[in-house]
Structure formats: structure tokens, C-alpha cells
């Protein structure tokens, strides 16, 4: 199983971005997938997930400005970032759970800047 994260970089705060995931090594379509992120010096924390039927959910303090979403079909999962915050500085990582086992991205890095 691999996945590749992509999409992030230094965005102003009020700023939108938009994450990808490729997952390859999977039945993509019935796999359980999320984001997870990590800022310095914490430790990492869930954003939000997403089920093979499309079901989301996400952690409090971002609920209202990210917005998780699949496509099958290209094999890849999205995290939309709304309204940054300085505090969403961090690298965001995605991940899926198959067969029994959790894997992760290499992350890709999001700066936001006050």
C-alpha cells in the first residue's frame, strides 16, 4: 500500500488549499481513509476521516472549514482547507486503514502565515 500526499505549501491566513491522496495497493473503493496532522512540536492529531461509502466526520476544532472528499475513480481522497489559521500550520498526513493494518503518506507540509 503507498500513499502519496501532495498540495500543500505557504498560503496566507484566509486562504484555501486543497490536499491529495493517491492511494495505490488497495480495493480504493472500500477503503477506510483519513488525514491526520501534525504541528511542531505536538504530537499528531485526526482531522477527519472518510468510509468507503463516503460518510465523513471530523475533530471539533475544524469542522465548518475542512471538508474531506473521494474519488474512486482517479484512486485519490481530498481534504479542502477553508479560512486558514496560523494554527493550522503543520504537516498533514493521509492515511487508510486495509486489511487489518493502518498506513500512512509521507505528508505534505501546510504554512500558514498571520
Known amino acids: 500500500v503507498q500513499l502519496q500526499a501532495s498540495g500543500g505549501g505557504l498560503v496566507q491566513a484566509g486562504g484555501s488549499l486543497r490536499l491529495s491522496c493517491a492511494a495505490s495497493g488497495t480495493i480504493f473503493s472500500n477503503t477506510f481513509m483519513g488525514w491526520y496532522r501534525q504541528a511542531p512540536g505536538n504530537s499528531r492529531e485526526l482531522v477527519g476521516i472518510i468510509t468507503s461509502g463516503g460518510s465523513t466526520a471530523y475533530a471539533d476544532d475544524v469542522k465548518g472549514r475542512f471538508a474531506i472528499s473521494r474519488d474512486n475513480v482517479m484512486r485519490r481522497v481530498y481534504l479542502q482547507i477553508d479560512n486558514l489559521e496560523p494554527e493550522d500550520t503543520a504537516v498533514y498526513y493521509c492515511?487508510?486503514?486495509?486489511?487489518?493494518?493502518?498506513?500512512w503518506g509521507q505528508g505534505t507540509l501546510v504554512t500558514v502565515s498571520s
Open positions: 492515511y487508510c486503514e486495509w486489511s487489518g493494518h493502518d498506513f
